[in-house]
Nanobody
Framework: QVQLVESGGGLVQPGGSLRLSCVTS????????MGWYRQAPGKQRELVAQ???????NYADSVKDRFTISRDNAKNTAYLQMNNLKPEDTAVYYC?????????WGQGTQVTVSS
């Protein structure tokens, strides 16, 4: 059974930081491309950051220079370090694992940026 479990979300003030974790099980993690997506109320889900199995990264323009995606193949875990958070970063953040036609999602973790 494939599981992706996100953690690390919460309430933070503008300018603050959070680190999200996505622990996976049931997949050969090292051969999957990993991604973080987010969905704000009333908006479509959007890509935040991706890291391929070869550790090539890609970021949405809105988070470049603030967010960093990484992976630890030994721990079957992907991370999203989020710095200088802004109110517009408020959303539910989802972890995604993708390999060809295999596409798995976590349940999401809420990030709220507010003073």
């Amino acid at each position: 059974q494939v599981q992706l479990v996100e953690s690390g979300g919460g309430l933070v003030q503008p300018g603050g930081s959070l680190r999200l974790s996505c622990v996976t099980s049931g997949i050969m993690f090292r051969i999957y491309d990993m991604g973080w997506y987010r969905q704000a109320p009333g908006k479509q889900r959007e890509l935040v950051a991706q890291i391929t199995r070869y550790t090539i990264t890609n970021y949405a323009d809105s988070v470049k220079d603030r967010f960093t995606i990484s992976r630890d193949n030994a721990k079957n875990t992907a991370y999203l370090q989020m710095n200088n958070l802004k109110p517009e970063d408020t959303a539910v953040y989802y972890c995604n694992a993708k390999k060809m036609i295999s596409d798995y999602w976590g349940q999401g973790t809420q990030v709220t940026v507010s003073s």
